[in-house]
């Protein structure tokens, strides 16, 4: 009888101690944990609402398609906006990338790009640089690439280096080969000039 009055006044002991302890270990933490500084919650999340609401943006954009004649066509951009109030489609720090048929690259890197939806193309401008996995290096100062057929066209003159040397020209373009199916050709035209450096 004893022990079950002790094993009952233990657990009403128990009831009233345990909580009381609990509570206090709570108040503990609170009174030992870091104060949260609101302003330093979010160090790295500097964006300005206001200037995005009024110039709406994407960051990092990628687009990858094919066209018509199989030519694997990526575009890569730092930024992108939208077409708003008659103004069309732009972007800055893009990477064109075009894979062909036949096993050609040719990439292109600019400062800024606008889309011409009406021409499905988009037309590169700022310090425009192609490559291609041929060797040639070229810089111009615009490009127009379709999106929906392999078709590169400078719309400026154009500086290269080759495996033949330096060449000069008025434009150039990357298009498919009419005369052999499945091909395709890198064309200077417009006052072609040819620095030959043999076995360059």
Known sequence: MARADRHTRLVGWLKVALPLAALAILSTLFLVARRIDPEAALPYAEVDVEDLAREPRMTAPTYAGLTSDGA????????ARPSAEGNPSSAAGLVLGLDTPDGGRTELVAESAVMD????????????????????????A??????DRTGLES??????????????????????????????VLVFNGGVRLVYQPGG
């Open 117 to 140: 939806d009406a021409g499905r193309q988009v037309v590169l401008s700022g310090g425009v640089v192609v490559t291609t996995s041929s060797g040639y290096r070229l810089e111009t």
């Open 155 to 184: 719309r400026a003159p154009v500086v290269a280096t080759g495996p033949m040397g330096d060449i000069r020209a008025d434009r150039m373009s990357i298009r498919q080969d009419n005369r052999t199916p499945g091909a395709y």
């Open 72 to 79: 694997a066509l990526t575009l890569t951009a730092t930024e």
């Open 142 to 147: 615009e490009v127009a690439a379709k999106l």
